[in-house]
Nanobody, 120 residues
Framework: QVQLVESGGGLVQPGGSLRLSCAAF????????MSWYRQAPGKERELVAT????????NYTDSVKGRFAIWRDDVERTVYLRMNSVKVQDTAMYYC?????????????WGQGTQVTVSP
């Protein structure tokens, strides 16, 4: 059974930092492209950052470029999201996402989410 378990969310002041973690179980981690998505109340879920398997190429949505960093540890089967200089607008539920990159319509898995609240 595949599980993605997120942690690290919480309450942080504007300008502060957080590190989110997502541990993967039940899949061959090195076959998966890993991403972080977020969803704020009343808004659609949006892609925040992606790191590919094999190439480790990363991609970020414009609003977080220069502030957030995604990386992965294939030995620990964990993907991380470092959030620096956070803004109130970063408040959302953050979800870990795994996609099997071996096929065009590879299997996709989601974590249960971790809440990030940015408030003075």
């Amino acid at each position: 059974q595949v599980q993605l378990v997120e942690s690290g969310g919480g309450l942080v002041q504007p300008g502060g930092s957080l590190r989110l973690s997502c541990a993967a179980f039940g899949l061959t981690f090195t076959d998966y492209s890993m991403s972080w998505y977020r969803q704020a109340p009343g808004k659609e879920r949006e892609l925040v950052a992606t790191i590919e398997d094999f190439t480790y190429r990363t991609n970020y949505t414009d609003s977080v470029k220069g502030r957030f960093a995604i990386w992965r540890d294939d030995v620990e089967r964990t993907v991380y999201l470092r959030m620096n200089s956070v803004k109130v607008q970063d408040t959302a539920m953050y979800y870990c996402h795994a996609r099997d990159s071996r096929a065009i319509r590879g299997a996709v898995y989601w974590g249960q989410g971790t809440q990030v609240t940015v408030s003075p």
